[in-house]
């Protein structure tokens, strides 16, 4: 059993459809990222959330941190094919602590 | 900037034999870290290191050891491979902050145990 449960664990779609994925924990965190990984290369980090109830957004992405720090959404609106790839979220428990990862949802845009 | 380096890039191995694989980075981070990916999911903790000298285990240590000689250099060793080792292998390195731990990592190595 994963600390972080993404869902979907697959999602394809085709452009311009909207889409959220969603990362849960029963455990509180100081801190979630979202990480997103393209075939062949290693995770690349997308954003940071510290604040429960946060949202920030990245050009069509929208990150939300649930109130609790328990949870957190990612949002994105008018896929593009430029966005295939697996998305995955981390947690840190306290502040400068190594990071968790869930198991990471794995996203297909069609054209 | 040359961020996280791993080499090697690919490798295949035969059961029993030993290799080490190499990561260093040139970002002066103090937190470094070992990841394995299987086919389709996420990252699993192997081992970390919080500074030169001090490691500690992940989620799925048993297999492997590492060692933290310097900052920049953090390899991880496979003693005897087996075929539940074959996987993609991730190094990463943060900077520790108050809040937030950001990882950098590597492009990874592909190993294949046969």
């Known amino acids: 059993t994963q600390l972080l449960e993404q869902s979907p664990q697959f999602l394809s779609i085709q452009e311009g459809e909207n889409l959220t994925v969603y990362c849960n924990s029963s455990s509180v965190f100081s801190s979630l990222q979202w990480y997103r990984q393209e075939p062949g290369e290693g995770p690349v980090l997308l954003v940071t959330?510290?604040?429960?109830?946060e949202v920030k957004k990245l050009k069509r992405l929208t990150f939300q941190f649930g109130d609790a720090r328990k949870d957190s959404s990612l949002h994105i609106t008018a896929a593009q094919p430029g966005d295939t790839g697996l998305y995955l979220c981390a947690g840190a428990r306290r502040a400068g602590n190594m990071l968790t990862f869930g198991g990471g949802t794995r996203l297909m845009v069609k054209p | 900037n040359a961020g996280v380096t791993q080499t090697p890039k690919f490798r295949i191995l035969k059961i029993g034999q030993s290799m080490t694989l190499q990561c260093t980075q040139d970002?002066?981070?103090?937190?470094m870290y070992w990841y394995r990916q299987d086919p389709g999911m996420g990252l699993k903790l192997i081992y970390y290191s919080v500074g030169a000298g001090i490691t500690d285990k992940g989620e799925v240590p048993n297999g492997y050891n590492v060692s933290r000689s310097t900052t920049e250099d953090f390899p991880l060793r496979l003693e005897l491979a087996a075929p539940s080792q074959t996987s993609v292998y991730f190094c990463?390195?943060?900077?520790?902050?108050?809040?937030?731990?950001?990882?950098?990592f590597g492009q990874g190595t592909r190993l294949t145990v046969v």
């Open positions: 959330v510290v604040t429960g109830g």
């Open positions: 970002m002066n981070h103090n937190y």
């Open positions: 990463a390195s943060s900077y520790s902050r108050g809040l937030g731990t950001e990882a950098f």
